[in-house]
């Protein structure tokens, strides 16, 4: 469902679920009809700036990353939780540890996965535990263009 204030900006998006969705909108982030509940709704595109604000945070690229170079641009969220641990170092250790390991489960659970769903970066199914990535070649050249800038940094 989509909220949208006085200004007509996007205040608030929901997926329908999987369950009672019928005809999802392209995976490229333009609109597209949503079948929810025998309704149909047009779904509104997310702004660039809330595509741009969701790939602001390193363990959201980590995760984009990862799903690019997954074979299926796909995994499952026990794979995705290890990859972006070793992607996004700790500073205090040079390498993972179990306790790191956990707070970057937690984060991607709470924080980052359904902040890049919301943004259509992505496609979790919670009960098969698969997280896809919904950009398809968009999504690298979003990354191509945020490591240009990470590299002067």
Known sequence: MVSIDGTGKVVCMHA????????WAADDGTSGDVMNAGKTEKRVP???DAVLLALADEHRRAVLRSLNSAMDQSLTFDMLVDQVADL???EVAERTT???????RTAL????LPK???CRL???????KQVRTATGEMGQELLTVVE???AHE
């Open 46 to 48: 997310i702004s660039p």
């Open 109 to 112: 659970h709470h924080i980052h």
């Open 148 to 150: 240009s800038y990470e």
């Open 16 to 23: 329908p679920s999987k369950e009672s969705q019928t005809n």
């Open 88 to 90: 996004v170092c700790n």
């Open 116 to 118: 890049m769903e919301e």
């Open 122 to 128: 992505i496609d979790y199914d919670n009960k098969t």
């Open 98 to 104: 179990d306790d790191h390991r956990r707070r970057v």
